[in-house]
């Protein structure tokens, strides 16, 4: 299953708030995700235990480097809403005093971190429609994990945002090590991430 799209009612000119109350009133099922990409609802389903293997394994060696006041996230939704859209990332990193008041969602300028990990569904928002989103809304940091890049799985890391573009800053093949910068100063073994 791919991801479905939800018609926003109100067609062009529709505004910000009228896409979030969607958002908010789509009812998926359990575990699907539900994002705005380029001011179109998308409804994905759940990951594959692979993907969700793929974020716990990097989660740990992550929590081994951030600050205590950050937090690691799996299902917090960033908003971009001067680029249309709502992203649910596979994980963010971020000051825990980014959730500090009303809300689902947290502004993607407020995250450290982001990192996207591919899914037949969603590869094509993962590749563009995302790297452009965050790179547009000031996200230091974007790690691409791509197990179904061309048939040789790779993480590329997206980093130092300019004029809503960012430059990469390393791309390695899955089994090779991948360098995350301060304030991680982390080497990722992209060797143990599950190939789907």
């Known amino acids: 299953m ?3 799209t939800v018609d926003p009612a109100p067609g062009p000119g529709q505004d910000w708030d009228d896409l979030v109350r969607i958002w908010e009133e789509t009812d998926a099922p359990e575990g699907c995700k539900v994002e705005i990409i380029e001011e179109i609802v998308t409804v994905s389903p759940p990951p594959s235990k692979d993907h969700s293997s793929t974020a716990s394994l990097l989660q740990r060696p992550l929590y081994s480097v951030i600050p205590e ?17 709502i992203y649910i990332p596979d994980l963010v990193v971020l000051p825990r005093t980014a959730l500090f008041g009303p809300g689902n969602t947290v502004p993607a300028e407020e995250a450290r971190l982001v990192v ?3 899914s037949r569904a969603n590869a094509n928002h993962d590749r563009v429609s995302k790297v452009n989103g965050y790179a547009k809304a000031g996200v230091e940091l974007f790690l ?37 910068p301060e304030p991680f100063g982390l080497v990722l073994d992209t060797g143990v991430f599950p190939i789907s």
Do not use: F, K, M, N
């Open 116 to 118: 996207e990990i591919t």
């Open 144 to 180: 691409l994990l791509d197990p179904w890049h061309s048939g040789r799985p790779t993480a590329t890391l997206y980093g130092e945002p300019e004029d809503g573009t960012y430059r990469v800053l390393e791309t390695v093949e899955y089994g090779r090590e991948l360098t995350l």
């Open 69 to 85: 006041d950050w937090g690691i996230y799996q299902t917090l939704g960033v908003t971009l809403p001067g680029r249309g859209g």
């Open 2 to 4: 791919g991801p479905l």
